[in-house]
C-alpha cells in the first residue's frame, strides 16, 4: 500500500487539496498521512486544524515554524525552520509521494526537504503564472516535481515546455472545483444566517437575503511596504459604496501586517458600520458567500478559480494574480480608490455570470488518487528537451 502525505499550512492549502485527501483516504491501495504546519495551527489565521481534525482526518505530525514578523526576512526564517522539520517527519512517516499544493512559502520548506530525502513530489496547481513571490517558487516546485497535476490545459503546456515528461504531466482540473460542485447542491440558507454567531463576526451585521460585498485582499510579497496603501485604496472606495461587506483577514505573507494595520486604523477612524470582519471561515461557508455575494473584491486566487465555475462578479485588484488563466466574470483594477469603485459598480450592473468550467468539472481528487497508486516516475529527474 502506497503512503501519500499530504501537507497543509493555511486555509487555502485546505481547501485546494481536502478533495485529494477525501480520495485517498477512500483508495484502497493508498495509506493518507496529514501534516499540519505554519499557519494552519495559528489561532489568529483561524487554526485550520480545528476544521481538519472536524473534517475527519487525523494529522500524524504537527509542527511550528512561523516566526513572527510578516517581513520578507521571517517569511526566509520561516521557510528554514520548515525543511529542517519536515526532514524529521519524514524520516519517521517514510511516504512513497508528498503532495505540494501550489505556490505558498512553506510549500518550499516541504518540496526541499522531500528531494533531498529522495522522496517523490506530486505537485497541484503549477504551470501557471501570477504575480509576487508565488510565481518563483511556483516553477521552482515544478523543476522538483516527479508528477504533475495542473489546474488546465495552458498550464499543462507550460509545464511541458519547462521540460517535464509530458506523460506524467495530468490535466485533472484543480481539486478545489470539486468542492464547490458539492456545495453548490445544498441549501446553505440557515447557516449564512447564523454567519456571526457561529463563527465570531465582528461588526453590525447583514441580511444574507440582500445584495452585498465580499472581499479577500491578501499581501504582495514583492510590493513589500505597499501592502498598507493598497487595502486603503480598497477600504475607502467600499466606504463610498456603503454596502453591508464581509472582509476577511489577509493570509500570513509578507506584508500581512501592514493589511491587519490598516484594517484596524480604517475603523477607528471611519466607524463603518457596513463593515464586517472575519478571522476565517469554512470553505464550504465561503463557497456559499461566493455564490451569493454581489461582487467578489480584492486579489484572491479564488476569485479566478472558483469564481469561473460560480460565476461570481470579481474585481480583481493589482497585479497578485498577474496573467492567470481567467473566466468573463472577472473584472480588472488597478489599487486606484476610483478604478476600484468604478469596477466594482460596473459588476454590480451586470450581476451574475454564467459557469465556466475552466478549471475543471468537479473530478480532480479521485483522478489524482488513482493516478498516484500507479505512477513510477524515477526517482532521478531529467530535463527531457
Request: with cysteine.
Amino acid at each position: 500500500m502506497r503512503k501519500i502525505c499530504v501537507f497543509v499550512g493555511s486555509r487555502a492549502n485546505y481547501s485546494s487539496i481536502k478533495a485529494v485527501m477525501t480520495a485517498v483516504q477512500n483508495h484502497p491501495d493508498l495509506e493518507l498521512q496529514v501534516v499540519l504546519g505554519a499557519s494552519a495551527l495559528l489561532d489568529r489565521f483561524g487554526r485550520v486544524e480545528t476544521l481538519i481534525r472536524k473534517d475527519g482526518f487525523t494529522p500524524d505530525f504537527t509542527f511550528h515554524n512561523i516566526v513572527e514578523g510578516e517581513n520578507p526576512t521571517t517569511m526566509a526564517k520561516s521557510t528554514g525552520l520548515g525543511t529542517i522539520e519536515m526532514s524529521m517527519i519524514f524520516d519517521n512517516l517514510k511516504p512513497d509521494y508528498v503532495v505540494i499544493v501550489g505556490d505558498r512559502f512553506e510549500m518550499m520548506a516541504v518540496t526541499i526537504a522531500a528531494a533531498y530525502m529522495n522522496i517523490r513530489v506530486a505537485h497541484t496547481m503549477g504551470g501557471e503564472v501570477t504575480g509576487t513571490i508565488d510565481e518563483s517558487i511556483r516553477h521552482a516546485i515544478t523543476k522538483f516535481a516527479h508528477v504533475h497535476f495542473p489546474a488546465n490545459d495552458d498550464a499543462a503546456q507550460r509545464i511541458i515546455k519547462m521540460g517535464e515528461e509530458e506523460k506524467y504531466v495530468y490535466n485533472v482540473g484543480c481539486p478545489r472545483i470539486d468542492l464547490v460542485k458539492d456545495e453548490l447542491k445544498k441549501d446553505s440558507y440557515e447557516e449564512l444566517s447564523n454567519l456571526f454567531s457561529t463563527f465570531n463576526g465582528v461588526g453590525h451585521g447583514l441580511d444574507i437575503k440582500k445584495p452585498y460585498i465580499l472581499v479577500s485582499q491578501h499581501p504582495v510579497t514583492t510590493e513589500f511596504g505597499s501592502n498598507r496603501k493598497q487595502v486603503e485604496e480598497t477600504l475607502y472606495a467600499l466606504n463610498e459604496l456603503a454596502l453591508p461587506t464581509i472582509m476577511l483577514w489577509p493570509n500570513i505573507d509578507a506584508g500581512s501586517d501592514e493589511i491587519s494595520k490598516a484594517i484596524r486604523t480604517f475603523r477607528e477612524k471611519e466607524r463603518p458600520e457596513w463593515l464586517n470582519l472575519f478571522k476565517n471561515l469554512p470553505t464550504n461557508i465561503y463557497i456559499h458567500l461566493m455564490n451569493t455575494t454581489a461582487c467578489l473584491v480584492g486579489n484572491s486566487s479564488s476569485g479566478v478559480r472558483e469564481g469561473a465555475y460560480i460565476g461570481t462578479p470579481v474585481v480583481n485588484i493589482g497585479t497578485r494574480q498577474n496573467a492567470r488563466a481567467r473566466g468573463k466574470n472577472v473584472i480588472e483594477s488597478n489599487y486606484d480608490k476610483q478604478s476600484i469603485l468604478n469596477s466594482i459598480r460596473k459588476q454590480l450592473e451586470i450581476g451574475k455570470y454564467s459557469m465556466d468550467d475552466l478549471y475543471g468539472d468537479g473530478n480532480a481528487g479521485e483522478q489524482i488518487a488513482e493516478i498516484l497508486s500507479k505512477a513510477n516516475p524515477n526517482i532521478q529527474k531529467k530535463i527531457v528537451y
